[in-house]
């Protein structure tokens, strides 16, 4: 199981920046995907998840500002990220979850905002 995780970088305060997860090893379109990102010297936190239905789920820190959605069809689910603040600036996990034994990970992409 592999997901690669691209789109982060460096951007201003109140840019944007679209983070894409491409899952390959697992039948995606019945996973629950997510994004989690992780602050220096904070724990990991949920950013959004999707399931396969499509229903969303927000961080009260990111809602209105972010956007999750999957592409099946490519096996890839996307973090479109509007608005940023330099409080946004974390490594950014992507993460598929079908069962409690069946849990990945991506190796993180960084996110900076600068202000």
């Known amino acids: 199981v592999q997901l690669v995780e691209s789109g982060g970088g460096l951007v201003q305060a109140g840019g944007s920046l679209r983070l894409s997860c491409a899952a390959s090893?697992?039948?995606?379109?019945?996973?629950?995907m997510g994004w989690y990102r992780q602050a220096p010297g904070k724990e990991r936190e949920l950013v959004a998840t999707?399931?396969?239905?499509?229903?969303?789920n927000y961080a009260s820190s990111v809602k209105g500002r972010f956007t999750i959605f999957r592409d099946n069809a490519k096996n890839t689910v996307y973090l479109q990220m509007n608005s940023l603040k330099s409080e946004d600036t974390a490594v950014y996990y992507c993460?598929?979850?079908?069962?409690?034994?069946?849990?990945?990970w991506g190796q993180g992409t960084q996110v900076t905002v600068s202000s």
């Open positions: 999707i399931t396969s239905g499509g229903t969303t």
């Open positions: 993460n598929s979850h079908f069962s409690s034994s069946s849990v990945y």
């Open positions: 090893g697992i039948t995606f379109n019945v996973y629950t």
